[in-house]
């Protein structure tokens, strides 16, 4: 990849690399010339992504449910190519509770993933970032950022969060040229939207609900991704990009 959006040689760090979208997407940074560390919590995992990927990876194995321990996962983070120039926050949790049966260990359960760990890494790696003068940071929003879906108090409250937490940080950084922005994607196949996806009829009227008809596919999160991750958005910061098929729109 060449031009503005050429990421050769940027150190990448993607969270929830072990699966879903964040595995995909630290495979499309390698791919495209990026030095990554793939962060979760299963080993195994992250080791089969790093085998399977070509380019230059690395892996971290760490719990991101306790934000306390950002501070030391960040120099792990930092230990193979040195302090990232991208933070891809992509580990998310979805307990899929009914407000009636929400508990206080679910919901802490859901803020630490969600929304305190991203934003206590990012702290623990944004001075390298101003040393640099350049950095990106990309959270993970949600379609309930800014909707109330059923069985979702929990990661509804915490996604409205993010889409927060990503202008306040573009608030705060962008004056160091660290831009920070969140993907807040539509239906994909990932192991949080499993139960969506095995049921055929409501997968089916979820496609039916976009404009374009259908649900994502990783593909489709690999353009905004590059977009966000490059010098192609070094005026775009603060900004929730939805890649939901006009989901919103309607």
Same mark, same amino acid.
């Given at each position: 990849?060449?031009?503005?959006?050429?990421?050769?040689?940027?150190?990448?760090?993607?969270?929830?690399?072990?699966?879903?979208?964040?595995?995909?997407?630290?495979?499309?940074?390698?791919?495209?010339?990026?030095?990554?560390?793939?962060?979760?919590?299963?080993?195994?995992?992250?080791?089969?992504?790093?085998?399977?990927?070509?380019?230059?990876?690395?892996?971290?194995?760490?719990?991101?449910?306790?934000?306390?321990?950002?501070?030391?996962?960040?120099? =792990?983070?930092?230990?193979?190519?040195?302090?990232?120039?991208?933070?891809?926050?992509?580990?998310?949790?979805?307990?899929?509770?009914?407000?009636?049966?929400?508990?206080?260990?679910?919901?802490?359960?859901?803020?630490?993933?969600?929304?305190?760990?991203?934003?206590?890494?990012?702290?623990?790696?944004?001075?390298?970032?101003?040393?640099?003068?350049?950095?990106?940071?990309?959270?993970?929003?949600?379609?309930?950022?800014?909707?109330?879906?059923?069985?979702?108090?929990?990661?509804?409250?915490?996604?409205?969060?993010?889409?927060?937490?990503?202008?306040?940080?573009?608030?705060?950084?962008?004056?160091?040229?660290?831009?920070?922005?969140?993907?807040?994607?539509?239906?994909?196949?990932?192991?949080?939207?499993?139960?969506?996806?095995?049921?055929? =009829?409501?997968?089916?009227?979820?496609?039916?609900?976009?404009?374009?008809?259908?649900?994502?596919?990783?593909?489709?999160?690999?353009?905004?991704?590059?977009?966000?991750?490059?010098?192609?958005?070094?005026?775009?910061?603060?900004?929730?990009?939805?890649?939901?098929?006009?989901?919103?729109?309607?």
């Amino acid at each position: 990849m060449t031009g503005k959006f050429d990421i050769t040689g940027k150190v990448a760090c993607v969270t929830g690399a072990s699966s879903g979208i964040g595995r995909a997407m630290a495979t499309a940074f390698a791919e495209a010339g990026a030095r990554v560390v793939g962060v979760a919590r299963r080993a195994e995992a992250l080791e089969t992504w790093s085998a399977e990927t070509n380019g230059d990876t690395a892996f971290v194995a760490a719990d991101l449910g306790d934000p306390s321990a950002m501070a030391g996962i960040a120099a =792990e983070i930092a230990a193979p190519f040195g302090s990232p120039d991208i933070l891809m926050t992509a580990a998310g949790l979805n307990p899929r509770l009914h407000a009636d049966d929400q508990t206080l260990e679910a919901w802490e359960a859901t803020l630490n993933i969600n929304l305190s760990s991203p934003f206590f890494l990012a702290q623990a790696l944004v001075p390298a970032m101003k040393a640099k003068g350049w950095g990106r940071i990309i959270n993970f929003a949600s379609l309930q950022t800014n909707r109330a879906f059923p069985n979702g108090i929990a990661y509804g409250a915490t996604k409205g969060g993010v889409g927060q937490l990503t202008r306040a940080m573009a608030e705060a950084w962008s004056k160091d040229g660290i831009t920070a922005n969140a993907i807040g994607p539509g239906f994909f196949p990932t192991e949080l939207t499993a139960a969506v996806f095995g049921d055929e =009829e409501r997968a089916a009227r979820n496609a039916a609900q976009t404009c374009i008809g259908r649900n994502g596919t990783m593909d489709d999160l690999v353009g905004p991704a590059m977009f966000l991750a490059s010098a192609a958005s070094a005026y775009v910061t603060g900004q929730v990009l939805y890649v939901d098929g006009g989901f919103t729109a309607k």
